[in-house]
């Protein structure tokens, strides 16, 4: 008999929230329409539209107006880059960005620099913090148009300085973009940016719905080809209801937020513990104080990556790797690589609302034999 | 730079396969001795100086040659 699966990939997809359930469902009913015509239909989906854009702004601290919606958190990445980028162009053509920006920032990087831009890399430590003398000495530099920095890394959990380096882009007069991913609906996120983005799908709501918000007075231009939907932010019709979805989960999970962050922070702390001690040669990564609550990432020596993976998966958990056998590319993680930590047999674990104690008892029981049976096959024990 | 006196190809080879192989040998030469590892794996670029900073070897660098990127490592202990 099979054990009941347990899922620790919430910093890939979350379970979608029992609120945004309900009220996709509802939506489906009511807001079909095309809330930019004249007509009760319209009406009625605009009535949800603006109400979701209200309700997502306050829980983000910011103006209505200053939201729009996109088609998923790596559109509103790349929004964000390419349109800071364009915007300022007439200061100069630099990205500055830390060597752990998501994916979806490093690509929007690199078709900067296919059309002639600068992005300069700013380096972290070993724990994945941002080395912030080099960050103010980089955004000092003449012909900076823009700086990116991930709120707290979705690779290792390590929460950023968002402040220090907010103070450093001020001083500097250069717009910062947060990626905050990982932060919206969990943790607060510092003030001092210009533009930010998250990811429904990271706090419970559907896949396919980003947030983009750029502060007023920022100096932003779309990158895409014109459209007036949402302040000419967003090209396309927007899935409405899964905006309303989104909205919705994310108003119940920020009121939960801190008493989420309370329970799932001793969890992630037992699993830092209890896998540096009950597994032989294994390297916890990431910042062990300043992290988010609900991730973790290791790495065990000698064990290939994609092969813990299909253990694991073989008794029911669920879990992500930076390891290079487990990307397309074949590649090990830019972020471990950034770290100079090691990269194969590597497991990012990451908790949700429906994690119990059991689940993470029954992971760290495992663990250490699925660990140790992989290092016998390999013929690797006593290295 | 210390010549390596041994060179390990590892070329073709998926971490943590090189990794494996340094962590084999080593030992089995004097202390004092330096391993070049031949790794085409981009892995191995992170991979093979986390081993010596988990193990306490010593990493030399990285040197790129005819026969693509190589790692050495002497043995401190």
């Excluded at chain 1, 080099?134 to 991930?150: C, K, N, Q, S």
């Excluded at chain 1, 080809?225 to 396309?236: H, K, M, N, Q, V």
């Excluded at chain 2, 192989?21 to 100086?49: F, H, K, M, S, Y």
Aim: glycine share 8%; net charge negative.
């Amino acid at each position: 008999m099979s054990a009941s699966p347990v899922y620790l990939d919430a910093a890939t997809a979350a379970p979608l929230h029992p609120v945004a359930r309900q009220a996709l469902l509802a939506a489906l009913d009511d807001g079909w329409a095309d809330p930019g015509k004249l007509y009760a239909q319209a009406r009625r989906a605009r009535q949800l539209l603006d109400a979701a854009r209200a309700a997502t702004a306050e829980t983000l601290g910011v103006r209505p107006d200053e939201l729009s919606f996109t088609g998923s958190g790596t559109t509103a990445a790349h929004a964000a880059v390419l349109g800071g980028l364009a915007g300022r162009r007439r200061v100069g053509p630099i990205l500055v960005h830390s060597e752990i920006e998501h994916s979806a920032v490093l690509h929007a990087a690199e078709r900067h620099t296919a059309a002639g831009g600068t992005a300069l890399g700013v380096p972290v430590d070993r724990l994945g913090r941002l080395d912030v003398a080099a960050w103010e000495t980089a955004v000092h530099a003449p012909g900076v148009a823009l700086a990116a920095l991930i709120a707290a890394s979705h690779e290792v959990g390590t929460v950023q300085p968002v402040e220090e380096a907010a103070v450093a882009c001020a001083a500097a007069g250069v717009p910062l973009y947060v990626d905050a991913a990982q932060a919206v609906g969990r943790v607060p996120v510092p003030a001092g940016w210009s533009v930010l983005t998250a990811s429904a799908h990271k706090w419970g709501g559907p896949a396919g719905v980003g947030l983009l918000v750029v502060r007023k007075g920022t100096r932003w231009e779309s990158p895409w080809p014109a459209d007036e939907r949402e302040s000419g932010r967003t090209p396309g019709a927007l899935n409405l209801p899964a905006v309303v979805a989104a909205a919705a989960s994310l108003r119940a999970a920020a009121a939960d937020a801190a008493a989420e962050a309370a329970r799932l922070a001793p969890l992630v702390d037992r699993i830092r513990a209890r896998v540096a001690a009950e597994v032989p040669d294994v390297e916890v990564v990431g910042d062990p104080g300043h992290r988010l609550p609900h991730l973790v990432t290791f790495s065990c020596l000698y064990v290939d990556g994609e092969a813990l993976l299909h253990a694991l998966d073989r008794r029911g958990f669920a879990v992500s790797s930076g390891s290079s056998c487990t990307s397309s590319t074949l590649r090990p993680s830019h972020v471990l690589e950034a770290m100079g930590v090691l990269s194969h047999g590597n497991v990012r674990i990451s908790l949700h609302r429906e994690t119990t104690e059991a689940d993470v008892e029954r992971f760290l029981a495992e663990l250490p034999g699925i660990v140790a049976d992989l290092r016998t096959e390999a013929g690797v024990v006593g290295l | 730079m210390t010549a390596p006196r041994e060179v390990l190809d590892c070329r073709g080879q998926r971490c943590p396969l090189p990794v494996i192989a340094v962590a084999r040998r080593l030992p089995e030469l004097p202390v004092g001795t330096v391993v070049r590892v031949l790794a085409d794996d981009p892995a191995a670029a992170v991979d093979i100086p986390a081993w010596c900073r988990m193990r306490g070897q010593e990493f030399l660098g990285k040197v790129t040659g005819e026969d693509g990127p190589a790692y050495d490592v002497r043995r401190q202990h």
